[in-house]
C-alpha cells in the first residue's frame, strides 16, 4: 500500500523551501535514501532523500512550488509493503493528478516527521549550537581560561542586561497569522508544535513558551490563538501591522514583477526581525594596516602554499576570534524570554559572502583554534562553495560572530546589521591610503575603514568602543594577538 512522503525536518530553523528539481517519476524504483526532490532552502540547495526503498506512485509537487515541512511530495509503495507492484505510468499519473488537486488527508502529515538516514539530515543536525533557547549543549571543548581583558579593558555589563531587556521584550508582536516564511530565528519547539502552529495559523515567533527552559508547548500555541481570536480587530493588526499598499507602479512607465527567490525571502524576512528587535548601535574607526599590508605581502605565499589566500578578511577573522576570548559579551546571545545571556563556549565566526543568489553567510567553526593561513584556506573554500551554491544548511548556523567585508569592492562606511541571534558583526570597508599627521608632517598610511554594529542591550558603548579599538590595535600591533589572545 502506497504512503505519502512528507517533506521531512531540514534542521532547526528550516520551515519550507522552493522545489529546485524534480528527480523522480511515477514509477520509478527508488532505494532508501535516494535522492527525491532537489529543494532550494535556507541559502542552499539540498536533496530530500527517499525514506524507503520502494517505487514511487505519484508525485505530488513540481518545480517551482513553495513547500512546509510536513507537506506530502510524493506517493511511496515501500518494498515489502504488500501492495500491488508499481503501477503502469498512466495509473500513476492519474494518481498524481487526483492527489495534486486534493488536500492531504491530516494523516499525511504525522506529528513527527520521520527522519529518514541520509545526507540531507545528518547536515542538518547538530546544529542548534546557538539555539539560544534550548538546552545550551555540552562544549565540545574546555571553557576558556576566565577571559583576562587588557589593562583598563575589563568587559563589564553583561550581567546588569536582564532589567533594561524586559522593556524591549514587551515590544514583541503578540502573535498573529502570517503568510511570510518564517524567520531564521531560534525556535525552542518540537516539530508537533511547529506543525500546529502552521496549521491554525499561529506565527510561533511570538509564541511565549511556558516549558522547560523556555520551550513552546501545545498548549502555549492553542492559548495564543485563542487570545488572538479575542483580541479586538485592531489589537491584532497592531500587533503585525501589514506593510502599506503599493501603488500601481506602472501608471508611471513599464515594470517588471519577479517572485523572490528562498535566499532572498529568507534574508527579508530575518533582517527585518533584527532590525525590529534589535537596538543597536553602529560604532566607526580605522585601523594603520600600513605594516600589516607588508606582512600581507610577504607571506602571502605560504598561505598560496596551503590553497588559500591571504587576504585582510582571513587575518580579520583570527584578529575577531581573538578578540571574542578577551571580550565575551561579543560571542554571546540574548534569550528575552528567560532574561538570561548565553555566553558560547565556542568561537565560530560567519563570513558574509556576496554570491548571485544574495547574501550567504557561512561559518568558519573554532575560528580560534585555527592559524591564519588555515584560516585562508578555510575561507577561500567556504566563499567558492557559496557561489557554487554547494553550501548545507548546517555550514550556515551556529555562528558566534559576522564578518562583512565590503572593502574588496569599494566604499567608506557602512552599518551592517547584525545577524541574529549573535549580538554584533563587523562591517569592513576599502582600505585606502590617507595622509596621517605624524611627528608635525603628513605621511601616507593605508587605512582600514570598520564598522562595529552592536546589540546595546547587552553591550554598553564604552564596551563597543574597547572592542573596536582592541581590534585595532590588534592590526596595528600583531604581537598582541600572541599576548593576550
Ligand atoms: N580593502 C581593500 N582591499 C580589499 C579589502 C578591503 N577591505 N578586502 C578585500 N580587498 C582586496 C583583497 O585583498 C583582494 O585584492 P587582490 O586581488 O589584489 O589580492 C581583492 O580585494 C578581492 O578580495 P576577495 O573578495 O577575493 O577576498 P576576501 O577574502 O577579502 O573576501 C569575501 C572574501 C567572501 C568576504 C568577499 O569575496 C565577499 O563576498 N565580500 C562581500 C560581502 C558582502 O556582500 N557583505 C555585505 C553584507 S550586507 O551587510
Redesign the pocket.
Do not use: E
Given at each position: 500500500m502506497a504512503t505519502d512522503v512528507t517533506l521531512p525536518e531540514l534542521g532547526e530553523n528550516i520551515e519550507a523551501g522552493d522545489v529546485a528539481a524534480v528527480l523522480v517519476n511515477p514509477g520509478d524504483r527508488v532505494e532508501k535514501d535516494a535522492p527525491l526532490l532537489e529543494l532550494e532552502t535556507d541559502k542552499a540547495v539540498v536533496e530530500v532523500p527517499s525514506p524507503d526503498a520502494g517505487v514511487v506512485t505519484a508525485v505530488l509537487v513540481k518545480a517551482g512550488d513553495t513547500i512546509n515541512v510536513g507537506d506530502p511530495i510524493a506517493s511511496l509503495e515501500p518494498d515489502g509493503a504488500g501492495g500491488d507492484a508499481a503501477p503502469p505510468p498512466q495509473a500513476a499519473l492519474a494518481a498524481q493528478a487526483t492527489s495534486a488537486a486534493e488536500p492531504p488527508p491530516p494523516s499525511a502529515a504525522p506529528a513527527a516527521a520521520p527522519a529518514p538516514a541520509g545526507g540531507l539530515l545528518a547536515a542538518a543536525s547538530g546544529v542548534t549550537g546557538s539555539d539560544s533557547a534550548s538546552a545550551t549543549p555540552a562544549p565540545a571543548e574546555p571553557a576558556p581560561q576566565s577571559a583576562p581583558a587588557a589593562p583598563g579593558t575589563a568587559p563589564s555589563g553583561a550581567p546588569a542586561l536582564a532589567g533594561a531587556a524586559a522593556d524591549v521584550g514587551a515590544a514583541t508582536p503578540a502573535g498573529a497569522r502570517t503568510d511570510a516564511p518564517e524567520a531564521v530565528e531560534p525556535i525552542p519547539a518540537t516539530p508537533a508544535v511547529r506543525r500546529l502552529a502552521r496549521e491554525i495559523g499561529v506565527d510561533i515567533r511570538a509564541v511565549t513558551g511556558s516549558g522547560e527552559g523556555g520551550r513552546i508547548l501545545l498548549d502555549d500555541v492553542k492559548a495564543t490563538a485563542k487570545r488572538l481570536l479575542q483580541a479586538p480587530p485592531a489589537a491584532a493588526a497592531a500587533a503585525h501591522p501589514a506593510a502599506p499598499p503599493l501603488p500601481d507602479f506602472s501608471q508611471w512607465g513599464p515594470v517588471q514583477e519577479e517572485a523572490m527567490n528562498a535566499v532572498r525571502r529568507i534574508t527579508a524576512s530575518h533582517l527585518t526581525a533584527a532590525w525590529q528587535t534589535i537596538p543597536a548601535v553602529t560604532q566607526l574607526d580605522k585601523a594603520d594596516i600600513t605594516d600589516l599590508e607588508h606582512l600581507r605581502k610577504r607571506y602571502a605565499p605560504r598561505a598560496e602554499a596551503a590553497g588559500g589566500?591571504l587576504?585582510?578578511?582571513?587575518i580579520l577573522v583570527k584578529v575577531v576570534a581573538t578578540a571574542l576570548k578577551v571580550f565575551p559579551q561579543f560571542n554571546a546571545s540574548i534569550d528575552m524570554a528567560r532574561s538570561t545571556v548565553i555566553y558560547k563556549r565556542y568561537c565560530h565566526v560567519g563570513?558574509?559572502?556576496?554570491t548571485d543568489r544574495g547574501?550567504l553567510v557561512p561559518v568558519i567553526r573554532d575560528a580560534d583554534r585555527k592559524n591564519i593561513v588555515e584560516i585562508a584556506a578555510a575561507?577561500g573554500e567556504i566563499?567558492v562553495r557559496a557561489r557554487a551554491r554547494k553550501l548545507g544548511p548546517a555550514e550556515m548556523q551556529g555562528g558566534s560572530f559576522t564578518?562583512?567585508?565590503?572593502?574588496?569592492?569599494g566604499g567608506s562606511h557602512?552599518s551592517?546589521?547584525i545577524n541574529s541571534p549573535e549580538v554584533a558583526i563587523l562591517?569592513?570597508?576599502?582600505?585606502e591610503t590617507e595622509p596621517v599627521w605624524r611627528d608635525g608632517a603628513f605621511v601616507p598610511r593605508l587605512r582600514?575603514p570598520l564598522s562595529l554594529t552592536y546589540d546595546h542591550r547587552l553591550i554598553d558603548g564604552a564596551d563597543g568602543i574597547r572592542f573596536l579599538r582592541w581590534i585595532i590595535e590588534a592590526l596595528e600591533q600583531p604581537l598582541l594577538l600572541a599576548l593576550e589572545g
Open positions: 589566500k587576504t585582510v578578511t582571513a563570513i558574509a559572502v556576496d547574501l575561507l566563499s564578518i562583512s567585508n565590503l572593502g574588496g569592492i557602512f551592517p546589521i562591517g569592513v570597508s576599502r582600505a582600514l
